[in-house]
């Protein structure tokens, strides 16, 4: 399955704001990380 012919066919377009969205996925995927890691480092609790 080609995911960039299949995005081409549903919007007729591969970019976004003149960005591949090859680099928009990748950007989503680093920022979901980060704010995962955010919620599990400030959720744990200090030891005394």
């Known amino acids: ?6 995005w081409l066919h549903l919007f ?4 976004f704001l003149g960005i591949n969205f090859g680099f928009w996925a990748a950007m989503s995927i680093v920022l979901f990380i980060a704010i ?3 919620v ?3 959720t ?3 030891k005394k």
Do not use: K, P, Y
Not at 1 to 6: D, I, P, S
């Open 36 to 38: 995962l890691m955010n």
């Open 1 to 6: 399955m080609n995911l960039n012919a299949l």
């Open 44 to 46: 744990i609790a200090l």
């Open 12 to 15: 007729g377009s591969t970019d």
């Open 40 to 42: 599990v480092f400030w």
